[in-house]
């Protein structure tokens, strides 16, 4: 079975420029997650997909950052324009359905440097 | 979620068995243990997760106190490849709320 694809791995940017990551989830997954993990932290949720439809998207700094999942597959998440403080991995996981015993699997993240 | 405390960081011998605990004393009846841990430049991976009884799989065993307020995941027989950072999550809804782990060091 494959895991959750993500790319690019890896990108540099200026500041105030805009970036957008890709990510695929395993087939057949309704939920996705999109996270951020700044370096010495653990991962932190920005935004949830059920479908193609938005459940949770309280900790995404909607000012710069957006996310999309057309036809409820893959998804892209976008920073425009992007702060110094966006330097993190920018993690995606899918799970089955989204219900609390589900386990979330992760693709291997996009680590971003803003220069 | 009741919040879970970690050291920060720990050592193992290689072939030796690693027992990384979790504190969850505010944990309540329908939250879940969770663990997973992270490779160095990978994304998190899922160990094992218990509510009750101790629970055991190919990659670890979760040992839950009977109060529920700690835990314990123990890997029975450490390699160089189980240098990680391990989470212990305690998850009563669909999210993980991710503390800062304990860095778990296998040397040879």
């Known amino acids: 079975e494959a895991g959750v694809a993500q790319s690019p791995r890896y990108k540099i940017i200026e500041k105030r420029q805009s970036v957008a990551f890709w990510c695929n989830p395993i087939s057949g997954h309704a939920t996705l997650y999109w996270y951020q993990q700044i370096l010495g932290q653990g991962p932190k949720l920005l935004i949830q997909f059920q479908n193609n439809g938005v459940v949770d998207d309280s900790q995404l700094p909607k000012d710069r950052f957006s996310a999309e999942r057309l036809k409820g597959v893959d998804s892209t998440l976008k920073i425009q324009p992007a702060k110094l403080e966006d330097s993190a991995v920018y993690l995606c996981?899918?799970?089955?359905?989204?219900?609390?015993?589900?386990?979330?699997?992760f693709g291997p993240g996009t680590r971003l440097t803003v220069l | 979620d009741a919040k879970t405390t970690q050291p920060p960081s720990m050592d193992c011998a290689e072939g030796r068995a690693a027992n990384l605990p979790c504190n969850h004393s505010?944990?309540?009846?329908?939250?879940?243990v969770y663990w997973y841990r992270q490779i160095h430049s990978q994304g998190p991976q899922y160990i094992i997760h218990g509510l009750k009884n101790n629970e055991t799989n190919e990659m670890a065993s979760l040992i839950i106190t009977e109060d529920r307020k700690s835990s314990t995941l123990i890997l029975p027989h450490a390699t160089l490849r189980d240098t990680a950072v391990y989470y212990c999550i305690v998850r009563a809804t669909d999210k993980l709320i991710f503390g800062t782990g304990t860095r778990l060091q296998v040397f040879p």
């Open positions: 505010t944990i309540s009846g329908n939250e879940y």
């Open positions: 996981a899918s799970s089955l359905d989204g219900r609390y015993t589900d386990t979330q699997y």
